[in-house]
């Protein structure tokens, strides 16, 4: 299921183990963690926290049995890795999981919305396919020591993802790349960790494109100052980036809420003065 239907996927794979498997495409739990969805629902308190308790997917996630491969991005609009994290964490204990997270994926419909990582999965389970790769990973100090289990498929590098932005609002981060060892023969690798990343995860790409993640590990900035994480409240102070149309030409961008809102008399549209948003 892709975005919506990647919040469907989480619900009927947790609630229904006649499936194979679920593959939830950017779709996860925990929509109170993600100021947008508040601004989604007018900020009304009630109806929020209604639809939290009833209808967001950590309700469900828990009694998922079947295997889960989750695909995002390092800056989805919709589906931030924080909230992405509390759902990995909420998952059924039977469930195998899978991650396959990529830099800047676009949140869009295929192909962008089309991971190839999908299809092997599928293979591996209903046909005679090689399973996706498992990655684990752990700090030692400033180290990010893991393993890749590649199952038979080639391991083509493996990789750092990282962020030293402390922005409440996820998909405002900078993300890097940084190369890691390549594995030993029984899978280990080693990165760096720089001083100043505060979420971070790595990837083993294989030989055949795919790409397998660990879980994002997160931790305190070293300064001891702004905390990695804030309330939902917090957030809606803070410079509330959405996407929004171009006056001009009808072409996406991102869009800062409080350039300026002008409304349309009459039949006009409502829309937004545009501005590109950078960093």
């Known amino acids: 299921g892709i975005s919506w ?3 469907l996927a989480c619900i009927v794979g947790s609630v229904d183990d006649r499936f194979r498997f679920s593959a939830p495409v950017y779709g996860c739990g925990y929509y109170e963690l993600n100021p947008e969805w508040h601004r989604v629902f007018g900020g009304d308190s009630e109806r929020l926290a209604k639809w939290f ?3 967001d997917q950590k309700r469900f996630l828990g009694e998922a049995r079947i295997p889960f491969l989750w695909c995002n991005g390092t800056n989805d609009r919709w589906y931030p890795l924080d909230a992405l994290n509390a759902s990995v964490a909420r998952l059924g204990g039977g469930a195998r999981l899978n991650l396959s997270l990529k830099l800047r994926m676009h949140h869009a419909h295929p192909p962008a919305g089309d991971p190839p990582e ?28 893991g393993r890749v289990d590649a199952h038979g498929r080639g391991v083509g590098r493996v990789e750092l993802l990282y962020t030293c932005s402390t922005n409440a609002l996820l998909m405002a981060r900078e993300w890097k790349v940084a ?4 594995p030993d023969a029984e899978g280990r690798f080693a990165a760096r960790v720089p001083s100043g990343a505060v979420m971070f995860f790595a990837n083993a790409i294989t030989d055949d494109g795919l790409v397998a993640s660990s879980r994002v590990l997160t931790r305190q900035p070293k300064s001891g100052g702004e905390r990695l994480t804030a309330t939902p409240e917090a957030r809606t102070q803070r410079l509330q980036v959405r996407r929004g149309m171009e006056c001009q030409g009808g072409r996406t961008e991102r869009v800062c809420r409080v350039h300026c809102e002008l409304r349309r008399r009459r039949r006009r549209h409502h829309h937004l003065h545009s501005i590109c948003w950078r960093k």
Do not use: F, M
């Open 118 to 145: 999908i299809a092997a999965i599928a293979d591996a389970l209903l046909r005679d396919g090689k399973p996706l790769a498992d990655v684990t990973a752990r700090l030692e100090g400033d180290v990010l020591k």
């Open 179 to 182: 190369a890691a060892e390549r």
């Open 53 to 55: 308790e009833q209808w």
């Open 5 to 7: 239907g990647g919040y």
